[in-house]
């Protein structure tokens, strides 16, 4: 069983920038896609970006597009978001979603990871206004 460890929220205020992390615990982190999504008081959980098991394909929500970079260190089980230019609708509980299978497609594997993917215990991030 992966196990994800986020880190890296807090309190911003509005223009300001955070980077979060994605810890997994094994070696197979490598070989899977990683996603971020996102929860807000009262809201359904939402998509926020995605990065494939290489590192070469990425993919973003259309509120985030611009302002938020996903990348990925397979040497150190790690992936991130950089978020820049944060605003206060980008108010949150982060959670990192790790695949559970290989695949070459990533609109596939996020829509996997939704479902029967590994998932972290999120982290907050505020942002003030």
């Known amino acids: 069983q992966v196990q994800l460890v986020e880190s890296g929220g807090g309190l911003v205020q509005a223009g300001g920038s955070l980077k979060l992390s994605c810890a997994a615990s094994?070696?197979?982190?490598?070989?899977?896609?990683v996603g971020w999504f996102r929860q807000a008081p009262g809201k359904e959980r939402e998509f926020v970006s995605a990065?494939?098991?290489?590192?070469?394909?990425?993919t973003y929500a259309d509120s985030v597009k611009g302002r938020f970079t996903v990348s990925r260190d397979n040497a150190k089980n790690t992936a991130y978001l950089q978020m820049n230019s944060l605003k206060p609708e980008d108010t949150a509980v982060y959670y990192c979603?790790?695949?559970?299978?290989?695949?070459?497609?990533?609109?596939?594997?996020?829509?996997?990871?939704?479902?029967?993917?590994?998932w972290g215990q999120g982290t907050q991030v505020t942002v003030s206004s």
């Open positions: 990065i494939n098991w290489s590192g070469d394909d990425t």
């Open positions: 979603a790790l695949d559970s299978y290989w695949r070459s497609n990533l609109d596939r594997a996020i829509a996997n990871m939704r479902v029967r993917g590994y």
């Open positions: 094994e070696r197979t982190f490598s070989s899977y896609a």
